[in-house]
RNA sequence: GCCGGUAUGGCGGAACUGGUAGACGCGACGGACUCAAAAUCCGUUUCUGGCAACAGAGUGUGGGUUCGAUUCCCUCUACCGGCACCA
């Protein structure tokens, strides 16, 4: 027989009546919910300066078609934590949009013959669907697609905001260039060196591309960083190893060629080891070694292997070491030696000046290269002797430090044979270096720049790896960039009145290219200088153009006037973005450098955008394979392998459930499609409902650690939910059987006021305190700590408490009542569904999501006596009970005078005891 | 190669500030219910010795600090992530 209650739904007109039903059905519990939170528009918020406001954001996906449970897992916590602090009293905004614009919708398009706006409109409705299905607290409201012109014409407007204040520049770069094709193909078209589609070497080609000044803003970009607290610190590192500042000295060697004076500009960090140069080290792209490769068939050969080379991959840093002699000599600024230059394969024309100074003595890599081609290997650098620092350094180094060293100096002399670590030291004195001898690392470096800078052969610089961002692409499915080509005005703005340039939604592409530049009704075009035929710019933007701003527009939706408008000033900065790990770099620098740009245009007062990051971990699954007779490998999802194990549990094999036959587990990955190791959200949520498939994901890792999924797992989740399900029915029938009408609510709740306190036996004291203390674990555990798993087993632990209680009365009663309200209010954030149902099961009438959250009764929380672990020399012995309040001296009596710590003890008097009050007691002999 | 991170039962993980190692869950084993199965419930489950009480060992390796170390410091090893041979 269901219980029946009171409608929720009454209020909203629709005269439904709820039913508690003895078992727990997620699709129907969780759809009542999510029609009542749709009814109640319970997720649109607006601004309201009468509270403090959350920003909630998670990245947004990539509209590639379905979810995966990455998605699922970013979306999960956010909502977690959206749902906790609304309930904290937060104005809680968190939005959902689409990263519509990109590669794999020409790549579909090409495939299917569909364009690729279609493709990306038809994935967002099903997508959004999906999300819907999850039960996530988003404000709709607010969604949008980068690829609709109401939004990417603001990206088209800043970019005419920063050409006009020369953030925006035009300049020549590099693309990968397929000559079959005829098209320009992204890093990740290129494959082996050849082209995705073509299979035709890739060519190097400089085409005209423009670019933002990022690099205006390294320094403070980096300096920032210092200021972004809450976020994690390897983000932080990542972004500025990336930004790259380092502090050095830029020289030149003078050398004349074909009787011109020239000189070749290097940069170095260790000024100090000028005079132990025996050789320069140009890249093959220097202008040097083009001109010494022209009379030189070899070195011509050598430059063109250097080239091909797969630079810029971490492999290169084992590889060898390799160069050869150009012939040319240049002179050393301050001894006037010749000095050969090489050509060497570790130098990159893309840093510095695309050459280096050869230092062997000093530099690990130079000594390599010297020692391989026999070059001369100078020592100019004597390690500190512990004690000496005062002569290297001045007054720079500390005592300590060099105290700490583990071995005294000079104890591994200077061999120009065997590298030793110390040889790059920093903390050492110049030897064989004339006038600068006996400097330290500072100082050398000082007097070398200022002996330098009288020279006008160079001068301290500051160099940064950071490079300035390029945002064409030649790209048909993108923002098109908003400038017409002049064949008298040159590069000519469109005019803000005629934003947006709107990208034509029904072609195409088929590979040979930008299909715009197939398309006259697009390019041809007036000058709007001039009048006179001009043609449309036919590049895109990079689509991180479209997320880098994304989060404030969300801010201020459905504004056709302006780009963002005061509301946006309410919701900034993003207080909490959750996303992967994988934009750590890119996304997020670019859109701190965004933000700063819209900050000094006066369009936002914030400079940085994301107060707080969370980069969840990864979703893993076991991968299964086999080799087929043509030794190529097969994968098996997870879903189709049956697993053996031993009497104990551990893993001895694997059969494909189909035939029965074997297969080879290869460890967990990733889920992706190659390894057939996916797992579908929406036959999950069909099978457990949304909630169960929520508590598994919070409860399986922590957030930021990768996640292994598991099937057990979720049925385990799904467990608990019918649990907690039966628990609440349980006690509800009970009541409902006590209760004389079918006025069930108002019995309910007067059961729940009828706890008196302080009249409790033991047993309800217990399952009281033990309530109550959960609710301090877990709202510290959502609130402070950001770790969810350990919530759900604190709230897990607490269910096995109260099974364990058995009592009847009226007080026995009301404290499970309350009991059992703690429990789901805990969980709301987290399973939403089923515990807005349990709520009116228990017979309240209003939306527990905008229930304040709990409060911990102090009353509850106080324990008369305490038990304390009693040690002897630091092993567990005993435990001893004693008053709460207990003094230090009451602790140690008790602890000597019990019989297990006397036993230990041996008669021997103690030696010390050590009490930590409401801790132990650790007696030593 | 460099930078960052991690290492705890059969497995995922807990122990937050140096104080009872293994919470919670999964798996496994045993039992109850059932004609049977599913579901559910109860019990056991770090290792070694022991019928047991209990004892000993134990958080990747080796050392150190401490009354006390999974936690702090040093060494080494393995794995994961990032990268830029960065001059």
Redesign the pocket.
Same mark, same amino acid.
């Given at each position: 027989m269901p219980v029946r209650y009171p409608s929720p739904l009454k209020p909203l007109g629709s005269g439904e009546v709820f039913f508690m039903q003895e078992r727990y059905d997620p699709a129907a519990v969780e759809s009542q919910a999510r029609s009542y939170w749709q009814a109640a528009d319970a997720f649109s918020v607006s601004e309201d300066s009468s509270r403090p406001k959350y920003y909630c954001l998670c990245m947004f996906p990539y509209p590639s078609g379905r979810l995966h449970m990455g998605h699922v897992r970013n979306y999960t916590i956010g909502d977690v934590l959206s749902r906790f602090m609304r309930k904290q009293g937060y104005n809680v905004l968190q939005p959902m949009g689409w990263d519509a614009f990109g590669l794999p919708a020409e790549n579909a398009a090409m495939a299917n013959g569909v364009p690729p706006a279609k493709w990306t409109y038809d994935n967002i409705a099903y997508m959004k669907g999906q999300l819907q299905s999850l039960g996530f607290a988003l404000d709709w409201k607010r969604e949008l697609a980068t690829c609709r012109p109401d939004y990417y014409k603001w990206n088209q407007w800043m970019f005419l905001r920063m050409l006009e204040k020369g953030i925006a520049y035009k300049k020549t770069g590099v693309v990968n260039w397929d000559p079959v094709d005829q098209t320009v193909l992204a890093n990740e078209q290129v494959i082996d060196g050849r082209g995705w589609r073509t299979g035709a070497p890739v060519e190097k080609r400089e085409i005209p591309m423009y670019y933002l000044r990022i690099t205006d803003y390294s320094q403070d970009l980096l300096d920032a960083l210092d200021t972004l607290t809450d976020w994690p610190?390897?983000v932080r590192?990542?972004q500025a !190893?990336?930004i790259?500042r380092?502090e %050095?000295v830029r020289l030149g060697f003078p050398y004349e060629l074909e009787g011109e004076k020239h000189t070749l500009n290097?940069?170095?960090?260790?000024a100090d080891t000028l005079m132990g140069v025996t050789f320069c080290a140009v890249a093959a792209e220097h202008p040097l070694a083009t001109h010494a490769a022209k009379n030189d068939p070899a070195l011509a050969a050598f430059v063109e292997e250097c080239k091909k080379g797969t630079?810029?991959?971490?492999e290169?840093?084992?590889?060898e070491?390799k160069g050869m002699p150009t012939g040319l000599f240049v002179t050393h600024p301050l001894t006037g030696d010749q000095v050969p230059v090489w050509v060497g !394969?570790?130098?990159?024309m893309t840093? %510095?000046e695309?050459a280096?100074?050869g230092v062997p003595g000093h530099?690990e890599?130079d000594f390599e290269f010297a020692n391989r081609y026999g070059l001369p290997i100078k020592q100019v650098v004597e390690e500190v002797a512990t004690g000496d620092w005062r002569l290297a350094t001045g007054q720079n180094q500390s005592g300590a430090t060099l105290a700490s060293r583990q071995q005294p100096a000079a104890s591994s002399p200077f061999s120009s044979t065997q590298w030793q670590d110390w040889y790059s030291t920093k903390a050492g004195f110049c030897i064989n270096s004339g006038k600068y001898d006996g400097l330290g690392y500072q100082q050398a470096i000082d007097a070398i720049a200022a002996d330098l800078s009288a020279l006008g052969l160079g001068q301290k610089q500051v160099q940064w790896?950071l490079r300035d961002w390029g945002i064409s692409r030649q790209r048909y499915w993108g923002c098109p960039i908003p400038l017409i080509h002049c064949p008298t005005c040159g590069d000519v703005p469109v005019p803000d009145k005629d934003l947006p340039v709107v990208l034509p939604e029904g072609l195409v592409p088929d590979g040979s290219g930008n299909p715009l530049n197939k398309l006259p009704a697009f390019y041809e075009c007036k000058c709007p200088k001039c009048g006179a035929d001009a043609r449309r710019e036919t590049d895109t933007m990079d689509t991180f153009v479209d997320s880098s701003w994304y989060f404030a527009r969300f801010a201020s939706p459905g504004n056709d006037q302006a780009m963002v408008d005061e509301r946006a000033d309410y919701w900034m900065p993003v207080d909490q973005y959750i996303g992967g790990?994988?934009h750590a770099?890119l996304h997020l620098l670019y859109s701190r450098f965004w933000t700063r740009v819209m900050k000094d245009l006066g369009l936002l007062k914030v400079s940085e955008p994301f107060r707080n990051l969370l980069t969840q971990g990864m979703v893993l699954n076991d991968i299964y394979s086999r080799k087929t007779g043509e030794g190529r490998i097969q994968y098996f999802n997870p879903a189709d392998v049956d697993v053996q194990?031993d009497?104990?549990?551990?893993?001895t094999g694997a059969t494909l459930r189909s035939d029965g036959q074997p297969v080879e587990w290869e460890g967990m990955r990733t889920m992706s499609k190659s390894k057939n190791n996916g797992v579908d959200p929406q036959k999950l949520v069909g099978e457990y409902g949304a909630d169960s498939i929520r508590l598994f994901m919070m409860f399986?890792?922590?957030p930021e650690?990768?996640l292994?999924w598991?099937d057990?797992?979720v049925?385990?989740a799904a467990?608990?939910m019918?649990?907690v399900w039966r628990t609440v029915y349980e006690f509800v029938e009970g009541d409902r059987r006590q209760a004389t009408g079918d006025s069930k609510k108002e019995e309910s709740l007067a059961v729940a006021r009828s706890l008196s306190p302080v009249a409790l036996t033991d047993s309800q004291r217990n399952l009281r305190r033990a309530a109550h203390a959960t609710l301090v674990?877990v709202t510290?555990d959502l609130g402070r700590?950001r770790?969810f798993?350990?919530a759900?087993?604190a709230v897990?632990?607490l269910m096995?408490t109260l099974?364990k209680f058995e009592d009847d009365s009226p007080q026995g009663r009301a404290i499970v009542q309350e009991t059992l309200e703690l429990v789901v209010q805990m969980l709301s954030p987290i399973v939403p569904h089923a515990t807005h149902a349990l709520w009116q099961a228990l017979g309240h009438e209003d939306s527990l999501m905008d229930r304040a959250w709990p409060k911990p009764d102090p009353q509850a929380l106080v324990q008369d006596e305490i038990?304390l672990?009693v040690?002897v020399?630091?092993k567990?012995r005993s435990h001893v009970t004693v008053a709460a309040t207990a003094d230090e001296a009451t602790i140690r009596e008790a602890a000597l005078a019990d019989a297990g710590v006397q036993r230990w003890m041996e008669g021997k008097a103690p030696k010390?005891v050590?009490v930590?009050k409401g801790?132990?007691v650790?007696v030593?002999v």
């Open positions: 610190e390897r590192t990542m !190893n990336w790259g380092s %050095g290097v940069f170095t960090t260790r630079a810029m991959e971490a290169l840093a084992v590889m070491k !394969n570790y130098v990159l840093y %510095g695309g280096v100074m530099d890599r790896r790990i994988e770099i194990v009497a104990k549990g551990t893993r399986k890792a922590p650690d990768t292994e598991s057990d797992g049925e385990g467990r608990f019918r649990k674990k510290d700590r770790i798993n350990t759900i087993a897990m632990e096995n099974a038990q672990v040690q020399n630091g567990l010390k050590i930590v801790k132990l650790n030593v």
